[in-house]
C-alpha cells in the first residue's frame, strides 16, 4: 500500500511541477515496472556505482556510491517504493562502490548481501561488515554460476573466477541479470585480466546493455571482450570532468566502431531503462533522450571490431591500437576471437594487451 501512495505522490508531484516531456523523469525514475517486466535505474551518484533494479514486489541494490550521495540516493529509493531490498550486491570494497551502504543497510531491510572474496581495512567497509553481523544478515561470497531470482527476473553471476589478482578492481562481482529475453550485464569495476576469463570460461555474454567496466576506463571493455556481449546500449557511470579521465577516449571508440548507444550519467543524470521482457526502453533524466529496442533485433558485430594480427610479428592487437594501423595491408590478419589469435600462435601486444 506504502508503495502505491508513493507511485502516487511521485506521480502526482512530476505532473504538477513538470511542464516537459512525458518521456522526462521523474516519472520515469519513480514508476514501477510493467507487469512481468523490470526497471534498471543507474543512479547518478557523480564518481561512482549505484544501481537500483525492481522486478515483481522485489529490488536489489547494486553497489550504493560514495557516501557524500548516499542522502539523494535514499530519497529516491523511498520514492521508488524500497521498504525491502531482497539482495545488495556490493561489488568490491572500494569506496566508489560502497561508501554508502552502511546507511542502506541501517534504512532498509536487507535480505542477502553478496560480495567479493575480497576486504579492506578502510572504516565504511570493516563497518558496514560490523553492521551486517549486528543485524544478523549473512554475507555471501560471489559464486560464479549461481543463479538467483528477483521477482520476474533473475541473476547470474559471471565473475570473479579467480583470486590473486594484483589489480583489485578484478575481484568485481559480475552478474548478468535476464527478464524475458532482455539481459543486462553488470561488471562492476573488473578490467581485462577478469573479462578475458570470462571469455575463456566460455560464459554467455551476449548482452543488450552493458553498464561498462570500471566507469568506462581503457583497460575495461576490451575489444574482445565486447565483440562477445555486443550490446545494443551501454551505461557510463562517471563524474562530469573527473579526474581520471572515465570514461576514457579508447572504450568510446570501441563502442563507435560496434555501434553502441552509450548513456552516460555525467551527461544525462538518472539513466532508466525498462523492460517487459521483449523491448527495452531506455532514457536519461536531465535530457529528453529516450530510445527503444526490440530484443532480437541486434546487428552483427561488425570486422571493424576484428582483433588485428601481424605475420611477420605474430602480434595481436586491438583494432584501436596504434601499432594495429601502421600494419602494412600485406601482413595484415583479422580474428575474431582472443582464443583464435592464441591457438594460431599469436601473442598479445604489450601495449594494447588485447
Ligand atoms: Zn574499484
Ligand atoms: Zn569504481
Redesign the pocket.
Known amino acids: 500500500m506504502k508503495k502505491i501512495i508513493c507511485v502516487i505522490l511521485a506521480v502526482l508531484t512530476a505532473v504538477l511541477s513538470c511542464s516537459c516531456s512525458r518521456f522526462n523523469a521523474p516519472i520515469g525514475l519513480y514508476l514501477p515496472p510493467p507487469d512481468g517486466g523490470m526497471t534498471v535505474r543507474f543512479l547518478n551518484v557523480s564518481q561512482g556505482d549505484c544501481t537500483l533494479i525492481e522486478s515483481g514486489d522485489e529490488f536489489m541494490l547494486v553497489d550504493s556510491g560514495e557516501y557524500d550521495y548516499i542522502e539523494s540516493v535514499i530519497n529516491t529509493m523511498k520514492l521508488c517504493g524500497v521498504e525491502k531490498l531482497t539482495y545488495i550486491v556490493a561489488?568490491?570494497p572500494?569506496s566508489?562502490?560502497v561508501g554508502g551502504m552502511r546507511k542502506v543497510v541501517n534504512t532498509f531491510d536487507t535480505g542477502s548481501f553478496i560480495t567479493t572474496e575480497l576486504d579492506s581495512d578502510a572504516y565504511y567497509w570493516t563497518e558496514l561488515l560490523e553492521l551486517l553481523d549486528d543485524k544478523e544478515i549473512s554475507r555471501i561470497d560471489a559464486e560464479a554460476g549461481k543463479t538467483y531470482k528477483l521477482g520476474d527476473a533473475e541473476f547470474t553471476i559471471l565473475a570473479p573466477l579467480g583470486s590473486g589478482y594484483k589489480e583489485?578492481?578484478n575481484y568485481?562481482v559480475t552478474i548478468m541479470i535476464r527478464c524475458g529475453n532482455a539481459k543486462f550485464l553488470l561488471t562492476?569495476?573488473a578490467e581485462r585480466e577478469s573479462e578475458y576469463e570470462m571469455l575463456s570460461a566460455r560464459e554467455a555474454l551476449e548482452a543488450d546493455v552493458y553498464k561498462c567496466g570500471?566507469h568506462g576506463a581503457s583497460h575495461s571493455s576490451t575489444a574482445a571482450f565486447l565483440r562477445e556481449v555486443n550490446p545494443v546500449y551501454a551505461v557510463v557511470s562517471c563524474a562530469k570532468h573527473n579526474s581520471y579521465g572515465h570514461p576514457s577516449q579508447e572504450t568510446l571508440d570501441r563502442l563507435s566502431l560496434l555501434g553502441t548507444k552509450v548513456y552516460r550519467t555525467d551527461i544525462l543524470g538518472n539513466i532508466i531503462a525498462v523492460t517487459d521482457g521483449k523491448t527495452i526502453t531506455i532514457s536519461g533524466e536531465a535530457k529528453a533522450d529516450s530510445s527503444t529496442y526490440t530484443v532480437g533485433e541486434k546487428n552483427t558485430v561488425p570486422s571493424a571490431l576484428d582483433l588485428v594480427g601481424n605475420v611477420k610479428s605474430k602480434r595481436f592487437h586491438d583494432p584501436i591500437c596504434s601499432s594495429a594501423k601502421e600494419i602494412n595491408e600485406k601482413n595484415r590478419i583479422s580474428f575474431t576471437s582472443r582464443q583464435e589469435a592464441l591457438d594460431q600462435g599469436y601473442t598479445p601486444c604489450l601495449q594494447c594487451q588485447p
Open positions: 561489488t568490491h572500494h566508489d562502490h583489485e578492481n568485481s562492476g569495476d570500471h
